[in-house]
């Protein structure tokens, strides 16, 4: 059986935490920050973990750990 391939849309998405977490940025961090509070940016800057509902789904798609 061939190698399973990375999903490269994936991988430049999310990563694979040191704990096997997925951590993923947040969303609306990408432009119209004007009128968004300085609050609301730097809570945004921070990585986000995936939620368990789409751990799995999101693991198949990176099976090399990437």
Do not use: C, Q, W, Y
């Not at 849309?9 to 999310?14: E, Q, V």
């Not at 977490?21 to 990585?47: F, M």
């Amino acid at each position: 059986m061939p190698k399973m391939k990375t999903h490269r849309g994936a991988a430049k998405r999310m990563k694979i935490s040191a704990r096997g977490k997925i951590v993923r940025a947040h969303a609306g961090k990408s432009h119209l920050l004007e009128h968004k509070s300085s609050a609301r940016r730097r809570r945004l800057r921070g990585g986000g973990i995936l939620s368990h509902a789409d751990f799995h789904r999101a693991k198949r798609l990176l099976p090399n750990g990437r």
